[in-house]
C-alpha cells in the first residue's frame, strides 16, 4: 500500500510540475473550443470567448447556440435571414469577426441578417445535421452551403461508415442520402465528454492533441500544404482508392441539402453552393509552380466537378477563384495565409475578396 501511494503521489505531482509548465510556457496549445454534440457530431462551446492562437490571433466568441456569432433570436431583426454553413473558412478564427465575409455582406447590404454557421472539421454530413437542428428553427430565407475543395470530400467519405465516435453514418440513396444511427455511440458518448471536460480544463491535454495532430500532417502526402487531400486535384493515374464513390457522396450530400432548403423555403433559387478556394489555385506563381511539377493534376479539378453537377441538377452555383485570381494579378497581393505564406485559411483581403463576390449573387437573388 506505501508503494501504491507513492507512485500515485509522484505520477499526481508529476503531472501537477507539467501542467503548470505548460501553463506558463509562451507558446499556448489550440484552445478546447469544441464539444461533441448527440445530433450533430460537434459544435462550438457556448458561451466560450478567447483569443485564437494558429495561423493569426482572431478574438473570438461563441453564443449560446454554439456558433461563432452574435446572440441570436429567432424573430428576424432584419429583412432577410441568410443561413452560412461551412468549414474552417467559415468559422474564421484568425480573422476578428469584423473581417470574416459574412460580417462583411452583413455590413455591406444592411437588410441582410447573415448567421455563421461555419464549425472547424465540417463537412456536408455535419452541415446537413446543422441544417435539420440547428439551422430550420430559424427559418432562413436563403442558405449559402461553402464547399472546401481541399478536404471536404475526404471527410465526407469518412462518415460512411459507422463509428462510435460518431452519431450517425450515411449511405447514398437515389434522391439524397440516408441518415442511419451508428450503433454503440449513445453509449460511447460519455467519453467523449469526459475528453472534451479534459482538454478544456488542462493545458497539457490540449498541448498533447496539437502533436497529435502535428504527427498526422507529416504523415500524410504532402501536395500544397498540410491537411489537403491529395484527391482534390483528381485521380489521374487510379492510385485512390474508391474515387469516383467518395465524389458520388458527396454529390448526394448536396443533392440532399439542396432539396431538404428548398422544401423548407419554397423556392429553389434560395440555395447557393459557394466553392471556396486553395492558395495553389488562386495565386499566380504557386498555380504554375504546381503545374510544373505535377502536370497530370488540375488545381480546378473539384471545383469544375462540383460546378458539372451543380449545373446538370439546376442547383445554383458560384465559385470565388475567379475573382479571387483577378485581384492577385492585378495587385500581386496573397488571399490564403499570413505573413506571406501563401497557403492556409483565407486572409483578410481573401475575406474581403469572398464577401464581394457573394454579395453581388445575393443581389440577384433577394429582391
Avoid at 479571387?324 to 490564403?336: D, E
Wanted: with cysteine; aromatic share 12%.
Amino acid at each position: 500500500m506505501k508503494r501504491l501511494f507513492l507512485v500515485v503521489l509522484s505520477t499526481l505531482t508529476a503531472f501537477c510540475i507539467a501542467e503548470a509548465i505548460s501553463r506558463l510556457l509562451p507558446w499556448k496549445p489550440e484552445p478546447a473550443i469544441r464539444i461533441y454534440d448527440p445530433k450533430t457530431g460537434f459544435r462550438l462551446r457556448p458561451g466560450m470567448s478567447g483569443t485564437w492562437v494558429h495561423e493569426n490571433p482572431g478574438k473570438f466568441s461563441i453564443n449560446s447556440f454554439g456558433f461563432r456569432d452574435v446572440e441570436w433570436r429567432i424573430p428576424k431583426e432584419k429583412e432577410y435571414r441568410v443561413a452560412v454553413l461551412g468549414d474552417s473558412f467559415v468559422e474564421a478564427l484568425q480573422l476578428d469577426p469584423e473581417f470574416t465575409f459574412p460580417k462583411i455582406i452583413e455590413k455591406h447590404l444592411g437588410n441582410i441578417e447573415m448567421m455563421n454557421f461555419g464549425i472547424s472539421g465540417q463537412g456536408q454530413v455535419e452541415e446537413l445535421l446543422t441544417y435539420r437542428y440547428d439551422v430550420r428553427p430559424f427559418r432562413p430565407d436563403m442558405v449559402i452551403v461553402c464547399f472546401f475543395p481541399g478536404n471536404d470530400v475526404i471527410d465526407n467519405w469518412r462518415r460512411s461508415t459507422p463509428s462510435r465516435l460518431f452519431p450517425i453514418y450515411v449511405a447514398p440513396d437515389a434522391n439524397g442520402v440516408s441518415v442511419i444511427p451508428s450503433p454503440g455511440a449513445a453509449q460511447f458518448a460519455w467519453i467523449r465528454r469526459m475528453m472534451d471536460w479534459t482538454q478544456y480544463h488542462f493545458s497539457l491535454a490540449r498541448r498533447v492533441l496539437d502533436v497529435r495532430r502535428e504527427l498526422y500532417f507529416r504523415k500524410q502526402e504532402i501536395f500544397t500544404e498540410p491537411g489537403l487531400w491529395k484527391g482534390a486535384f483528381g485521380n489521374p493515374d487510379g492510385a485512390i482508392p474508391d474515387f469516383d464513390k467518395m465524389w458520388d457522396l458527396t454529390e448526394k450530400l448536396f443533392l440532399q441539402l439542396y432539396r431538404d432548403t428548398t422544401m423548407d423555403i419554397g423556392d429553389n433559387r434560395r440555395f447557393l453552393v459557394v466553392c471556396l478556394t486553395e492558395g495553389v489555385q488562386v495565386h499566380s506563381d504557386q498555380r504554375a509552380a504546381f503545374m510544373k511539377k505535377f502536370p497530370n493534376l488540375d488545381p480546378d479539378y473539384s471545383q469544375k466537378r462540383l460546378e458539372t453537377f451543380c449545373k446538370t441538377h439546376g442547383i445554383p452555383f458560384l465559385a470565388l477563384s475567379p475573382d479571387m485570381i483577378a485581384f492577385n494579378k492585378a495587385t500581386g497581393r496573397l488571399l490564403h495565409g499570413f505573413g506571406g505564406k501563401g497557403n492556409g485559411h483565407f486572409n483578410q483581403d481573401g475575406h474581403r475578396v469572398a464577401a464581394e463576390a457573394i454579395s453581388r449573387r445575393l443581389k440577384t437573388i433577394l429582391p
